[in-house]
């Protein structure tokens, strides 16, 4: 399941490139406004997907976790929605 937070037990490491994982370059290639990397456990082992937006227009939350790619897409795509229908509000 996908959650939408600013914290996590698992090792976030932004400055490794998403191409280090093929799922990862993947799906920031599909969202552009979200920079999107593997987490590692506490084992050095691949966790979480990760994703933090730097486009504000790609989404409403600054970081968005997964554990998996499927889920992340999923999340990253409600992430398109909520910002589309918060761009329609009238105030």
């Known amino acids: 399941m996908a959650t939408q937070h600013h914290g996590t037990n698992a090792a ?8 280090a994982d093929p799922e990862a370059a993947a799906l920031e290639a599909d969202f552009t406004g979200w920079h999107v990397w593997r987490a590692t456990d506490r084992f050095g082992q691949p966790g979480d997907f990760v994703a933090t937006r ?3 227009a790609a989404g409403v939350d ?5 554990g998996s790619a499927a889920e992340m897409r999923a999340a990253l795509t409600e992430q398109r929605v909520q910002r589309a229908m918060r761009s329609r509000r009238v105030f």
């Open 12 to 19: 976030i490491d932004s400055s490794a490139p998403a191409k």
């Open 54 to 56: 730097h486009d504000p």
């Open 62 to 66: 600054p970081t968005v976790m997964a």
